[in-house]
């Protein structure tokens, strides 16, 4: 038999003939750890894309290595997938506005104080640690608060280009960064009519150099006002992620932003609860301030995914205050691995969205073109 290497145990995946799975980008790197004990072993395995549709088995590639290795009685099998890869989805209109952008998501809530903001920070920065190309639009022009949670100051750059004046975004964690907050004093209300702050998103797509991004990221304002219903004309969305807390009074605003996304035909990917509980450091007991079971329950009710809890950390509001999102700054807490799931389980229901309507024609409500 040979020996244990994380050459030999490549060549006995690669000898696998799945047309489901692309093993022939797996190289010595994609096998990230090995560890042997007695007659068990556990690999670390990255594979850079896997079926969107859930209908992989692990047990395959398991299986594999055990047949090369039949001494060994128990495959321990943890497999990683960048996200990066995901399907594209195409649409005349938004190459014409965001040509480089695969996919657009909307992190929006049906009320304030949710925690939104600290969502779409977190799950930008995540998406990145993957390995995806990110762009993040703070898109709460009344309450900008992503450069804050970025650690940003500087100002944006404005270059000449083909097609004239736009501004480079900035760049923090790996992500491209646009916000009113970074274009006006941070002291300064911004008092804006509607159509002003609608005007003002609208140049955040079209006169910023993205350049190739796998994901721009839409951190919406509360509610389902003018800023919500212009992103949705301007272009067509991949869809729309939900926030909401387990109380009733959240549920009933987050029901709302679900009923506006479905008028104007705009797919909600899935529904994330924060603020889900609180783990006590001392003790270790959970504590359900908010109630319990409230995100679950309507993604059950409205037949949408449930995306995953947050809890409660202090870490994560002192990671927002200081401008370092806890997915970078704290990488090993379980609430950065939390938040790094989720991020992949909303990228699987992108990849089945995108599949599901390839090839067929979408039509936006509110176009006139």
Do not use: C
């Amino acid at each position: 038999m040979a020996d244990i290497t994380k050459s030999t145990i490549l060549n006995a995946i690669k000898r696998l003939n799945d047309q489901n799975l692309n093993l022939n980008s797996l190289t010595l790197n994609s096998i990230l750890k090995i560890v042997q004990s007695s007659d068990s072993l556990t690999v670390d395995l990255s594979i850079p894309e896997l079926p969107a549709d859930g209908s992989f088995d692990k047990n395959i590639i398991a299986d594999a290595i055990k047949k090369e290795f039949p001494s060994l009685n128990e495959i321990h099998l943890n497999i990683q997938t960048k996200i990066s890869t995901a399907a594209p989805h195409q649409h005349q209109k938004k190459e014409a506005i965001l040509p480089g952008v695969k996919n657009t998501i909307a992190v929006a809530s049906g009320k304030g104080g949710v925690g939104k903001s600290t969502v779409a920070v977190n799950l930008a920065v995540a998406l990145a640690k993957d390995g995806a190309r990110v762009g993040l639009i703070d898109a709460d022009i009344y309450g900008p608060s992503v450069p804050l949670m970025l650690g940003i100051k500087e100002q944006p750059k404005v270059v000449k280009t083909e097609k004239g004046m736009h501004l480079v975004p900035l760049q923090a964690f790996n992500i491209k960064v646009i916000s009113i907050g970074l274009l006006v004093d941070d002291q300064a209300p911004i008092i804006w009519r509607g159509p002003m702050a609608s005007g003002a998103i609208k140049q955040f797509m079209s006169d910023v150099e993205w350049g190739k991004l796998d994901y721009l990221v839409f951190d919406l304002p509360p509610g389902t006002g003018d800023i919500q219903l212009t992103l949705v004309q301007t272009i067509p969305l991949t869809g729309a992620v939900i926030v909401t807390t387990p109380q009733e009074v959240s549920l009933v605003d987050a029901r709302k932003a679900l009923k506006m996304f479905e008028r104007v035909n705009v797919p909600v990917l899935g529904v994330i609860e924060n603020m889900s509980y609180f783990i006590a450091p001392d003790t270790g007991n959970r504590y359900d301030i908010f109630g319990t079971g409230g995100g679950e329950k309507v993604s059950a009710e409205l037949k949408l995914p449930f995306l995953g809890g947050i809890p409660i950390d202090p870490r994560i509001r002192e990671g927002g205050d200081k401008g370092k999102p806890i997915v970078y700054d704290i990488p090993d807490s379980n609430e950065s691995n939390i938040i790094l799931n989720i991020s992949r389980k909303l990228i699987e229901q992108v990849n089945i969205r995108n599949q599901t309507l390839s090839g067929k024609v979408e039509i936006l409500l509110g176009d006139d073109d």
